[in-house]
């Protein structure tokens, strides 16, 4: 099993974007998917300021709450977790869903 100690070292998360989200990022996450690697501890946050540079008006939007984007943990939305300071781990897949409505 491989060490989750986050407090050295490097680790690297998955970063999925869905829908029309794509068409406002650039660079990798454009595609789909992106990895993004970070140093030591760190959180949902860090995550979303590492895709900033490629992705500046998503990240403005997941910052602000404007949208009512999900951001999710593996699966979890992280309202129902630590919000944007949940912590992120080596392997973690953090993604991001626009709205879904029915009716």
């Known amino acids: 099993m491989a060490d989750n100690d986050q407090s050295s070292g490097e680790i690297v ?3 999925k ?3 029309g989200l794509r068409e406002i990022t650039g660079g990798e996450l454009a595609k789909g998917t992106a990895t993004v690697r970070l140093s030591g501890e760190a959180s949902v946050s860090d995550v979303i300021g590492a895709i900033a540079a490629q992705a500046p008006m998503l990240a403005e939007r997941i910052r602000s709450g404007s949208g009512y ?3 999710l943990l593996n699966g ?3 309202r129902f977790l630590a919000g944007m300071d949940t912590a992120v781990f080596d392997g973690a897949t953090v993604s991001i869903l626009p709205p879904i409505g029915g009716g």
Do not use: M
């Open 69 to 71: 984007l999900n951001v």
């Open 17 to 19: 974007v869905f829908g």
């Open 76 to 78: 979890r939305n992280v």
């Open 13 to 15: 998360v998955l970063v």
